[in-house]
Structures are given as C-alpha cells and as structure tokens.
C-alpha cells in the first residue's frame, strides 16, 4: 500500500533552516510528481510546491521562490523540502502529498511535520 | 494567482441532513477543481476530484458538480464521522491554490 512517512517534529529559531523529509513506499517513486503543502496552526491549506522525482523539475509558489528548495533521492525514494530564513510566520504543520499519474488530486499524503519557529 | 472562496466558512447541520459547500474560483477553472476532508490533527483526504468525481473508497453521500468558475460540494445524510473542516483546491494553473475551508459540525 502507498504510505509517505515525514520525518519528525522540529522546532526552529527565526533565521535558520528547516528541512523535512518524506519518505515513499508501495509504489514507484520516480512516476508521481510529488507536492508541499503547509498549514499553520488553526488556518487552512497552503501549497509551496511540487517535484518530479524523475526529472528533479520543480515548481514552486511565487511566495516560496527563492527560499524554499525541493529535491529527490531516488536511491532511498525520499523527498525533500528546505524552507530557509525561518520566521514565525512559517510555524505550520508540513506535509508532503502525492500526486496521480492523471494529475487529479492528492491522493496519498505524509502523516505532516510539525515546525515550530520562536526565539 | 486563482482566488478560491468558499461558503459558508462554517455550518452546524443535524444528522441526516443535505450539506452543500459552495466554491467559486476568480477565473474559470474548467473541472480542474478537487475536495478534501480535513479531520482535527490530521492529513487531508482527497474526496472528490475533477469537480465530480468520487475518490475510491469515498462513502457515495459524498458528490461534487459543478464546471467554469463555480462548484457545489455535497454532503447527501450527514453523519456524525463527517465532522471536518472542507477545503476546495484548483489545479488548473499554478500555484495550486486551496479554498479556505468550510468547518461542518452537528447541531
């Protein structure tokens, strides 16, 4: 079965990096785009982003560009997701999502990894 | 960026009840339109994709329409596991963008 495993929890300070991994199994990894999306606490759903595992081409949201980087490990079929400059503003709960090969939806996501940034 | 707005942001409905959740995208969006259901402290789920499509496995009370700019969600016989917030998202052009979610619960 298609499960994506985040890695876990971890709190940040204002300024510095975070990064989240997503690890993918019961499918193959390089045939499905896969996505970020964050959420922060009590608000809705905001995507950043999203990666060819096959290609490694990205696209991001403009209000990402430049501080975010997403990238692919095929060999351990893991997805990664930086976001640099960390503020408060970016304490949210991160979560990778998978998209299907007719590009209609998630329709696997990550269990989410929560990033808390204060000083 | 395509604008999505949803109403009501919130309804308090019976069991059994019909549930509709409204979407409108700011430009027309064809049936490039998904719905998912977000249960407290976890993932969403997707539900409904290509504006009417049922996801497998989705209870059939569930249903989408709609086509263009504008988009019904359905809830046929509302039950109590269908407590969640609802969220419309586009995919017709990047960015992805999400609707800002309608919270159902029971009254």
């Known amino acids: 079965q298609v499960q994506l495993v985040q890695s876990g929890a971890e709190m940040k300070k204002p300024g510095a990096s975070v990064k989240v991994s997503c690890k993918a199994s019961g499918y193959t990894f390089t045939g499905n785009f896969l996505h970020w999306v964050r959420q922060a606490p009590g608000l809705g759903l905001e995507w950043m982003g999203r990666?060819?595992?096959?290609?490694?081409?990205?696209d991001y949201a403009p209000k990402f560009q430049g501080r975010v980087t997403m990238t692919t490990d095929s060999s351990i079929s893991t997805a990664f997701m930086e976001l640099r400059s960390l503020t408060t503003d970016d304490t949210a709960v991160y979560y990778c999502a998978r998209e299907p090969v007719i590009a209609a939806g998630l329709d696997y996501w990550g269990q989410g990894t929560l990033v808390p940034v204060s000083s | 960026d395509i604008k999505m707005t949803q109403s009501p942001s919130s309804l308090s409905a019976s069991v059994g009840d019909r549930v509709t959740i409204t979407c409108q995208a700011s430009q027309d969006i064809s049936y490039y339109l998904n719905w998912y259901q977000q249960k407290p402290g976890k993932a969403p789920k997707l539900l409904i994709y290509?504006?009417?499509n049922s996801e497998t496995g989705v209870p059939s009370r569930f249903s989408g329409s709609g086509s263009g700019t504008d988009f019904t969600f359905t809830i046929s016989g509302l039950q109590p596991e269908d407590i969640a917030t609802y969220y419309c998202q586009q995919y017709d052009i990047l960015p992805i963008t999400f609707g800002p979610g309608t919270k159902v619960d029971i009254k």
């Open positions: 290509d504006a009417s």
């Open positions: 990666i060819n595992p096959h290609s490694g081409g990205t």
